[in-house]
């Protein structure tokens, strides 16, 4: 987490995502379809927001595709960090994937 005079431009990060150390995303923050007030805003219609709440903003879907189960995704944004989570299917669903890959 940071606060906000550590990002002087939240508009201008590039974000990457990697599943399997595979390169899928790398993209700019400045592609966002709202910005952050208004995103805050919508938010606040439908629940309280407090201190120490973690707003998702989504992502960007150019070169996502599925994953699958056992798929380590981790996703970094400049000048804040990094994370990875471990993908967990309880069915354990295949399909081949460079063919849902989108491009």
Do not use: F
């Not at 007030?37 to 709440?53: H, R």
């Not at 070169?63 to 309880?90: A, F, H, N, W, Y």
Request: hydrophobic content about 30%; aromatic content about 4%.
């Amino acid at each position: 987490m940071v606060t906000k005079d550590e990002i002087p431009d939240p508009y201008n990060l590039q974000i990457k995502l990697w599943v399997d150390d595979v390169l899928r995303q790398n993209y700019n923050t400045d592609d966002m379809s709202h910005n952050l007030g208004e995103k805050i805003s919508m938010l606040s219609e439908v629940c309280t927001l407090n201190p120490g709440d973690i707003m998702a903003c989504g992502t960007n879907h150019h070169g996502l595709g599925p994953m699958q189960d056992g798929e380590t995704v981790t996703i970094e944004i400049e000048q804040i960090g990094r994370m990875s989570v471990k993908v967990k299917d309880p069915y354990n669903r295949e399909w081949n994937k460079e063919e849902n890959i989108r491009p």
